[in-house]
């Protein structure tokens, strides 16, 4: 085989090599955004024993200053092979990640307090629900004046 016969077949080898990879990922990303479904996402205070919110915010999603908890409650339908996560940033910087199970349909809760009990502190969260790198979900609030 010719230098340029190699080089041709090297070239197309490491192409191979950098598409591939990136084209699998695609691949992936849309199977798990086809494969899992969150809807009528809710941040409130707490939850009744029917799973109905207390103490939902307005469209602002700003809490007053001297709650003690949030709540996140959304209905799911999904495939439980991939793995996802929700995860809490309170100004950008993760405070909270736990794996979550999304097979089968129903309903998920997540609560946001303290160890202690105090108020949680003033300023900007956010709630997200993280599929193999992808985003499928993400709300964000404030509590108090920010």
């Given at each position: 085989?010719?230098?340029?016969?190699?080089?041709?077949?090297?070239?197309?080898?490491?192409?191979?090599?950098?598409?591939?990879?990136?084209?699998?990922?695609?691949?992936?990303?849309?199977?798990?955004?086809?494969?899992?479904?969150?809807?009528?996402?809710?941040?409130c205070e707490d939850l009744d024993s029917n799973l109905t919110p207390v103490g939902t915010?307005?469209?602002?999603?700003?809490?007053?200053?001297?709650?003690?908890?949030?709540?996140?409650?959304?209905?799911?339908?999904?495939?439980?092979?991939?793995?996802?996560?929700?995860?809490?940033?309170?100004?950008?910087?993760?405070?909270?990640?736990?794996?979550?199970?999304?097979?089968?349909?129903g309903k998920k809760v997540f609560y946001l307090l303290r160890d202690d009990g105090a108020?949680?502190?003033?300023g900007l969260y956010q709630f997200s629900i993280i599929c193999m790198g992808e985003q499928?979900?993400?709300?964000?609030?404030?509590?108090?004046?920010?």
């Amino acid at each position: 085989m010719s230098n340029a016969a190699k080089s041709s077949l090297t070239i197309i080898f490491i192409v191979a090599f950098i598409l591939v990879p990136s084209f699998v990922a695609t691949v992936r990303s849309t199977m798990v955004c086809s494969a899992t479904k969150i809807t009528d996402i809710v941040v409130c205070e707490d939850l009744d024993s029917n799973l109905t919110p207390v103490g939902t915010v307005s469209d602002s999603l700003k809490f007053p200053y001297g709650i003690t908890q949030v709540c996140v409650v959304f209905a799911y339908q999904g495939k439980g092979y991939f793995e996802t996560y929700a995860e809490w940033f309170y100004e950008g910087e993760l405070i909270h990640s736990e794996t979550v199970d999304l097979s089968g349909e129903g309903k998920k809760v997540f609560y946001l307090l303290r160890d202690d009990g105090a108020p949680l502190k003033k300023g900007l969260y956010q709630f997200s629900i993280i599929c193999m790198g992808e985003q499928l979900a993400n709300i964000s609030f404030t509590v108090g004046e920010v």
